[in-house]
Each structure stands twice: as structure tokens, then as C-alpha cells.
């Protein structure tokens, strides 16, 4: 079984930083790409930020400057650091994580989502 625990979650003000943390435990396969997700109240789940085992990483233009993915291969953990937070950020952030079997197929594993809210 795989398990993904979330933390670092919480309330900021605009400006301020958080960090979120994505640990992955019980993994059979190994872990490929590893994803961060943001869900706003009425809005469709957002990809915010990608990287692959080799540290490769992608994000959109809503975030690219301020948010930074990044990853412990021996800790199986993806991180999120989020600066210059703004109200607009405010949302449930999940982590996705993808995991590679030995017969070759693969498949995502969801976090249980941490609230992230920006306010003054």
C-alpha cells in the first residue's frame, strides 16, 4: 500500500511563505514524476508544479517566480516552497506522486490535501 502525508499547511499573510511537505511511505514501485495540485473553492484541481526524478521542473505562469517544487529521492518526499504568497493562492494544495511498477505500468497516488489560506 502507498501512503502520502501532507503537512505545512496553514494560514499567512500576503508575503509571507509557506513550505509543504509531501512524505511517501509503503511504495512498491519506484517514484517517477511528483506533482503539486491547488483546488479552490468552485475551481477546477490545478497542476502548480512538476518534477521528475532528475530534478526537472515545470510550472505555470501563475506561480513561476515565487513557488519552487523540489525533491529527496532517499526520503521519497516532494517539497513546496511558496513566497510572496497572494490572497489569490489561497486554496487546498494535494500532492500527486507517480509510481513505476517492475511490470512497467504505472499509475498516481494522491495526497489527503493540506488548506493553504492567504489573508490579512
Known amino acids: 500500500q502507498v501512503q502520502l502525508v501532507e503537512s505545512g499547511g496553514g494560514l499567512v499573510q500576503p508575503g509571507g511563505s509557506l513550505r509543504l511537505s509531501c512524505a511517501a511511505s509503503?511504495?512498491?514501485?519506484?517514484?517517477?514524476?511528483m506533482h503539486w495540485y491547488r483546488q479552490a473553492p468552485g475551481k477546477e484541481r490545478d497542476l502548480v508544479a512538476s518534477?521528475?526524478?532528475?530534478?526537472?521542473?515545470n510550472y505555470p505562469d501563475s506561480v513561476k517566480g515565487r513557488f519552487t517544487i523540489s525533491r529527496d529521492n532517499a526520503k521519497n518526499t516532494v517539497y513546496l516552497q511558496m513566497n510572496s504568497l497572494k490572497p489569490e493562492d489561497t486554496a487546498v494544495y494535494y500532492c500527486n506522486v507517480e509510481l513505476i511498477y517492475r511490470s512497467g505500468s504505472s499509475r498516481g497516488y494522491w495526497g489527503q490535501g493540506t488548506q493553504v489560506t492567504v489573508s490579512s
Open positions: 509503503g511504495t512498491i514501485g519506484s517514484i517517477n514524476t
Open positions: 518534477i521528475t526524478r532528475g530534478g526537472s521542473t
